[in-house]
């Protein structure tokens, strides 16, 4: 456990159905760090193609049963890892304790994810205003954990034009994102060059999700 004397995460609500658990994730830290290495080592971290045919800057990986991609025919969960055409890496029950207690805390029992995407942010790199939406069961939430550099994160409402507010993420912050949150749409500014002394100039997301 982390956080406050009473021995729970310092808990905001960013809106209806956003939960930020700040440093839920920092007693984990570095065996979710360890994680990511070994998901790498099978799945290597790749720049993937949008419909559009733009070069994400964002570098991506995932594990699980499913894992999220990208290339010119469109966005898609597969089960197998494009570039290697092997089955994703397991998901690490350290990520799948984590995901499922951080849900429970925010309100959303019995969240068992089977997919987990890995963003790499190097310094220059963003995410663009986007919807997650490719999901089978919109009723379950998404986990996301931050870990390295911090991060500005953009939160808007359910249509593009919405203006989204900023969300600072730092190291171990943990976010559930369910309800009316859950089609808002959100991205990354450019992350700002720095050192974090266990992941240097890199910033790591996880964001996991019941997909199928
Ligand atoms: C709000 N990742 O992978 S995590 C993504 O920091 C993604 O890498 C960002 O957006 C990142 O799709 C943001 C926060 C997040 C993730 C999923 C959401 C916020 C969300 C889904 C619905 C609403
Ligand atoms: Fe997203």
Redesign the pocket.
Known sequence: MTGDLFGHAQRETIAEG?VLLRGRALPHDQALLDAIAGIEAISPFRHMTTPGGYRMS?AMTGCGTAS?VSDRSGYRYACRDPETRQAWPAMPAVFRTLAGTAAAEAGFAAFDPDAC?V?R?DPGTK?SL???KDERDLSQP?V?V?LGLP?V?Q?GGPRRADRPRRVP?AHGDV?V?GGP????Y???LVLKDGTHPLTGARRF?L?FRKAL
């Open positions: 956003a964002v999220w995407l963003n942010y995410l986007h919807q997650d998404v996301s931050s991060a994160f939160f993420l976010v994102w949150a859950r089609l808002a959100h991205g990354v997301n964001t």
